[in-house]
């Protein structure tokens, strides 16, 4: 509770912060993406996602903080773009912003406010929420779908959603779980790498690796038909200023 409590706190005093992970063309070397990543900036230091999302969906924090990052990573993306570089942004969202009945227009509220086109926009939904909630995101994905709103599903092939989902809902991109990538080429020959990439083709959608760390990874996904990763290799997530030196840099 006294958690809770120091969250709502962080929450008020203005302590979260956005960092921002480039998403690379491999074989450009331009930036395409970035996703938009919470931390907790709190008097006692930097405090990573990990140990405060999972306590704010507990006490439905979730709600008002996932609010306030898609207000303010949808404005980052809007200066962005009035720097001329219109990079897509992508948001993570959990599974209580899904079940809270209003995300559509959550969202488009804000596209609204901030002026973001909707093209500019990602949202990253694990399989987890696409199983617990199938009715509901079905509407509410087409609904995004149909406003220009790009959909990926994050960390997957971790979870245990069935194929036929890849089908059924309106998503764009699959984005291969680092723990997918890790080992290649040492520990780990890359079959299950090679075989999303390839139900992605064959689905039609985008494919992106996520930390994508070595050039061996690199040599491995271009070669197997993957062009685009996050990862150290490239950037760890960066704040506002490193983020626009950063492409400035790339130019
Ligand atoms: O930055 P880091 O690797 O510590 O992020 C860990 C995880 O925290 C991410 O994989 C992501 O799923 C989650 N996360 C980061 N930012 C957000 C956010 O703004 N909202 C939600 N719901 N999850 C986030
Ligand atoms: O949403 P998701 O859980 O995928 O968030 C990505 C997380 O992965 C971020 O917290 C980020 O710090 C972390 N990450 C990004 N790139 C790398 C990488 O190359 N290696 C490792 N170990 N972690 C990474
Ligand atoms: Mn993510
Ligand atoms: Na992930």
Redesign the pocket.
């Known amino acids: 509770y006294e958690i809770q409590q120091k969250l709502r706190n962080a929450l008020n005093n203005n302590e979260f912060v956005l960092y921002y992970q480039p998403q690379i063309d491999m074989i450009t070397n331009e930036i395409v993406g970035m996703e ?3 931390r907790w900036n709190s008097p006692t230091g930097m405090i ?3 140990n405060f ?1 999972s306590i704010a969906e507990e006490s439905n924090l ?1 709600i008002p903080i ?1 609010e306030w ?1 898609l207000l303010t990573a949808c404005q980052f993306g809007k200066k962005l773009e009035s720097l001329n570089y219109a990079i897509p942004i992508a ?4 599974m209580l912003q899904f079940k809270s009945n209003y995300i559509n227009e959550l969202v488009e509220s804000i596209l609204t406010k901030t002026d973001l086109p909707p093209k500019l926009l990602e949202l990253e939904i694990t399989e987890g929420i696409l199983m617990a909630n199938e009715k509901e995101c079905e509407s509410i994905l087409t609904v995004f779908h149909n406003m220009g709103i790009q959909i990926s599903i ?1 960390d997957f092939g971790t979870g245990y959603s069935s194929l036929s989902y890849l089908k059924k809902f309106a998503v764009d991109k699959i984005k291969i779980d680092r723990s997918f990538i890790k080992g290649i080429p040492q520990f780990d020959n890359g079959t299950i790498a090679k075989v999303i990439i390839e139900l992605a083709r064959n689905f039609n959608l985008k494919v992106i690796a996520e930390g994508v760390e070595t050039e061996a990874q690199i040599d491995f996904l271009l070669k197997n038909n993957c062009s685009t990763a996050q990862g150290f290799y490239y950037a760890k ?1 960066l704040n506002e200023e490193a983020l626009i030196d950063f492409i400035k840099n790339l130019k």
Do not use: C, E, M, T
Request: aromatic fraction near 0%; charged fraction near 5%.
């Open positions: 938009a990543l919470i990573p996602p990990g999302i979730i996932g990052v948001v993570n969202l959990s994050d997530p």
